[in-house]
Nanobody, 125 residues
Framework: QVQLVESGGGLVQPGGSLRLSCAASGFTAAGATIGWFRQAPGKEREGVSC????????FYTASVRGRFTIGRDVTSNAAYLQMNDLKPEDPAVYYC??????????????????WGHGTQVTVSS
């Protein structure tokens, strides 16, 4: 069955970098729409970045554009989220997701059927 496992979270100082990985099983990640989302305490889950199946167009929420990069690791059947210049507003549990929903932005939570369990990102000096 479809499974997603995130890794790579941790504690980093402001301005630092982390690379999150999303290991996929039960499907081919290279051919799927993959989204990265985050949820901070007391806040709703929000779309951070996504890469669309077929045309591989990527999207970013405004607050991370230019700092985060989404990509596919074809050899590992995984996706990644490279996060640079991390800021105090970035800490959250980060989730990857996949699904076959269409008709809405791939940054929309409702588009996804399958979710990982998340990895914690903490930014602190």
């Amino acid at each position: 069955q479809v499974q997603l496992v995130e890794s790579g979270g941790g504690l980093v100082q402001p301005g630092g970098s982390l690379r999150l990985s999303c290991a996929a099983s039960g499907f081919t990640a290279a051919g799927a729409t993959i989204g990265w989302f985050r949820q901070a305490p007391g806040k709703e889950r929000e779309g951070v970045s996504c890469i669309r199946r077929g045309d591989n167009v990527d999207f970013y929420t405004a607050s991370v554009r230019g700092r985060f990069t989404i990509g596919r690791d074809v050899t590992s059947n995984a996706a990644y989220l490279q996060m640079n210049d991390l800021k105090p507003e970035d800490p959250a549990v980060y989730y990857c997701a996949t699904g076959v929903g269409t008709g809405t932005s791939c940054l929309t939570v409702s588009r996804y059927n399958f979710w990982g369990h998340g990895t914690q990102v903490t930014v602190s000096s």
